[in-house]
């Protein structure tokens, strides 16, 4: 087998080096996920090999082989626990691809290496979702496919440039079959089966507890939480609150969110203009989605409405989401406050915050009336000195106390604590409502950017006969605050890149354009799920899109993909097109051989004509003509075109017959 | 599994000559015989692809899938390209091959593009031993040889060679069948002490001068193996020129009977020994000879097409049904 001897050769210098540095480009990704150790260890690993293929000796010796795998492969079990899940696998197969290039004696073994390769692409992919990530693994690949041709080719390694040629070539022909292949497989709803799933565990966001404090921390984050597009119709309304996860349980420091298990949302009254838009998700790692209040109907059976109405997806979203919503601006109750709810909201932890208890009681006694008192508070709110500041002093245990009485500085959170702690000191149900507020317009493509600085916190009281009211005591220190994001309200201490933009607009510009873009690829590219497969097979006029349509049509689609890839592929084996004049000294000789007098492979047209002219006296003469103007024509200076098309004529007209029996 | 597999390998083979018939060379590769499966590498590389394309079905991740199938699309792409490595390519080969036993014997090929392309790791495979690689030129050809091991003597035929590719990436084999035999002649090797009978004879009558009495002296011509020592002009070598050889006219006028009778008493292997050193040393001599052995005479001449009737049946000498 002589293949297999070529595999089995001993692997040289350059074939190495190709392929340790194909696999570093193809580790970058991913390098910043994996542990110290490990890059150390793949590196010096790999340096290892290189050294000693640079002095010409083979793999280290076989206990070295052995032992670092199994030492390695241990450390890395009691490092993640476990070999499932992204983070893991995609440690492991580094891992490997290190020792496998350590280890490597033949080219058998620099194959297992560049399989490994395709493998760290795909998973760099799965946690990276960038249009630039993909063009960079895409050339990867080339240059590892590059390599791939030089391993296994017997040809010497010196003709890397037409290897790397030849694949660019091989890849280009792959591009047509690969956009057919994407538009039309078929996508399933949701995942196969869960998979540990850690794959963004260092994205930021809401989480489903507040303490003081937490949400200082995201506004200083630029990332983007969701993207909203209203639909046409729907004028974004001048009060934005995106609602996330309401919170009920506090211990007078930090507020929980309880599962209040599977019951229904009350049902609403709706009133004024129904608003319909769409939330186009980043990844989290959490299952709400935002949407505004109050939500009415929403696309995709599988998200449903929590009793306080929140709206949850039944997964983490670990991938781009969009999720068409309808929210109504006004609502009403339609059913009076179930009592464990109301026992719920109006909870409160005893022996914290008897400042606070005081106050309402003093207050509350002042104020008989629900709204009456709720007024009292929010005017406490605007006219004692409360100041609004990004960077509060740290509370005692007793938060409520010691913000409302000692500090009186606080951000979003300590404004809704406080003003929730006061509300159920007084009886009436409260709740805290955590979520954003506001968001950018990007003008360049009509939709509003949500980042995480727009993180916000506000209550929501039960008033008797009115239902369930937004309140927002923030509002109520820095009113400029709720008409437009945190950039504005308080710039000393925002990022530094919002403090750049707004000195500098076209900097913004060109940040919402870029922004624009990328929401462009996460809604074609990245959202691209059944609901655009049956969009595309409506826009190809096909009746009603189903499964198997698709299916059918992949099928079409790959059968001429595959014909043109084989007409692509055999059009090379064809012979140069010719000019009109050789291709009429061929019709010549076809015609010659198919009476059975072929020009033989050595003869020139003159001595052909002369050894035809023996044989057969009637075509004598005009052969001879024909064959020494062809070869004038060919061989003369330059032939000026009439005298071409006029032997291109001749020919035409040239019809031997057969030979009478003679021959 | 060993034997399994050559079994399989037989049994296709038997079933590829019925398929095509016996081939004549020249020959050009058409489609229609060219077979191709992917190797170990490739099936392996299949399971990964479809490991891919799960990891991105089940992430529902669209990047990670159109990665998923642009693998899947080059494996395509380069299964074409494995099987238009041969297609179209032109094959031609010696049919009969001359060797001496205890030599590896040459197979010599011709393999022609006529396209535009290259033919990149073109293997001939003869028997599973003997095999090589060659790459072939755009608009070119390419001589190739391939070598035997070493035989004893006798008759050995070759129904068929193949020629297999496995360009570009080793995920795929193509292969071809051409079923034309071909045959090596395995002369015995020259060997034995007898001196030619025309010289043998002329040792009896003592001189020199007595055996080319009726010759006449020719010239020098260079040196070449097998001529008898008597016939050396060692005063040239012994001038220190290139050693030479002087020639007669009028050897040609009498043929020298190899006689298979002339060597009673020894065994067969080593009187047809004994006749191929004769061949050899009558050749360099350029002597009209002629071969008599039972069954087969070979009537008297001269030059390499001569040299290798009698080689041959050498060769053929009590081998059962020799082509």
Partial sequence: ?663 | MKRLRRAAAARLTRWAVRRHGIDTLPLTISRRRIYIIPTRFGLTLGLMLVAMLIAGLNYNNNLGLAFGFLLTSLVLVAMHHCHRNLLGLGVDAVGDVDAFAGAPAQLEFVLQSDAAVDRCDIEIHCTEAAASTHRVAANGYQRAVVGLPAMPRGVMRLDQFELRTRHPFGWFRSWTYVHKPLTVFTAPEPRGTHVLPSAAAAAGNVSESDLHGDEEFAGLRSYQIGVPLKHMAWKVVARGGEPAVRSYTGLAAQPEWLEWSALEGMDTEARLSQLCRWILESEAAHHRYGLRMPGTEVSPGHGAAHRSTCLRALARFGVENPP
């Fill in chain 1, 1 to 663: 087998m002589i293949g297999q001897r070529m595999a089995a050769e001993r692997i040289s210098f350059e074939r190495l080096t190709w392929i340790s540095g194909c696999l570093a480009l193809a580790l970058l990704p991913v390098v910043v996920r994996l542990p110290l150790w490990l890059i150390a260890m793949v590196v010096t690993a790999t340096g290892l090999r290189l050294v000693l293929a640079a002095r010409g000796h083979d793999a280290p010796p076989r206990l070295i082989r052995v032992i670092v795998p199994l030492l390695a492969i241990a450390l890395l079990f009691v490092q993640y626990r476990t070999f499932n899940g992204l983070s893991a696998g995609t440690a492991l197969l580094c891992l490997i691809a290190g020792l496998k290039v350590l280890e490597s004696k033949t080219g058998r073994d620099l194959h297992v290496v560049v399989m490994i390769i395709y493998f760290l692409s795909l998973a760099a992919l799965l946690q990276g979702e960038s249009f630039w990530l993909l063009g960079y693994l895409v050339v990867v690949c080339w240059l590892t496919t590059s390599s791939l041709l030089g391993l296994t080719s017997s040809a010497s390694w010196g003709v890397w440039r037409t290897n790397v040629r030849y694949a660019g070539r091989v890849l280009a022909q792959a591009v047509p079959l690969t956009v057919a292949l994407w538009l039309f497989f078929p996508r399933f709803g949701g995942p196969l089966w869960q998979l540990a799933d850690d794959s963004n565990a260092a994205t930021s966001g809401l989480s489903d507890s507040m303490s003081p404090g937490d949400i200082t921390e995201l506004a200083l984050s630029d990332d983007v939480a969701f993207r909203v597009r209203f639909s046409p119709g729907s004028q974004a309304p001048p009060e934005r609150y995106w609602r996330g996860p309401v919170l009920h349980d506090f211990d007078g420091r930090a507020w929980r969110r309880t599962d209040a298990g599977r019951m229904p949302a009350p049902p609403l009254h709706f009133d004024g203009p129904a608003l319909q838009y769409t939330v186009s998700m980043e990844p989290n790692q959490h299952n709400w989605i935002f949407v505004l209040e109050w939500p009415a109907g929403w696309s995709g059976s599988r998200a449903s409405l929590t009793s306080d109405y929140m709206l949850v997806a039944p997964n983490a979203i670990a991938q781009p989401v969009d999720v068409v919503a309808t929210s109504y601006v006004h609502a009403q109750a339609a059913e009076p406050l179930d009592t464990g709810m109301r026992r719920r909201d109006t909870r409160l932890p005893v022996g914290p915050n008897p400042r606070s208890l005081r106050l309402s009681q003093e207050m509350r006694a002042a104020h008989r009336d629900d709204l009456d008192y709720v007024h009292a508070v929010l005017d406490m709110f605007r006219q004692q000195p409360f100041f609004y500041t990004l960077t509060p002093p740290r509370l005692a245990a007793d938060s409520v106390d010691a913000f409302l009485f000692d500090s009186r500085r606080g951000f979003c959170g300590h404004y809704a604590s406080a003003f929730a702690t006061l509300m159920r000191d007084a009886g009436i149900p409260a709740r805290v409502v955590t979520g954003y507020h506001g968001g950018t317009y990007n003008r360049f493509a009509d939709y509003w950017i949500i980042r995480q600085s727009d993180a916000h916190a506000w209550d929501e009281i039960w008033i008797d006969g009115h239902g369930w009211l937004r309140v927002d005591p923030t509002a109520m220190v820095a009113p400029q605050r709720v008409e437009s994001g945190l950039n504005d309200a308080v710039s000393a201490g925002a990022p530094l890149t919002s403090r750049w933009q707004q000195r500098t607009p076209w900097l913004a510009d060109t940040r919402l354009r870029l922004d624009a873009l990328r929401q462009l690829w996460r809604q074609r590219i990245l959202g691209f799920d059944q609901g655009s497969q049956e969009k595309l097979l409506g826009l190809m006029h096909i009746p009603a899109p189903d499964g198997q349509k698709l299916a059918i049509i992949l099928g079409l689609c790959l059968t001429v993909g595959l014909s043109w890839l084989t007409w692509q592929v055999r059009r090379e084996l064809k012979p140069r097109p010719r000019d009109p004049l050789t291709r009429a000294y061929a019709r010549l000789c076809r015609r010659l051989a198919a009476v059975g007098l072929p020009r033989m492979p050595h003869e020139g047209p003159e001595d052909f004509a002369a050894r035809i002219a023996l044989r057969r006296p009637d075509i004598a003469a005009t052969l001879t003509v024909l064959c020494r103007r062809y070869s004038d024509l060919r061989y003369a200076a330059a032939p000026a075109p009439a005298t071409v098309s006029t032997f291109i004529r001749a020919v035409r007209s040239f019809r031997p017959r057969g030979s009478r029996g003679s021959s």
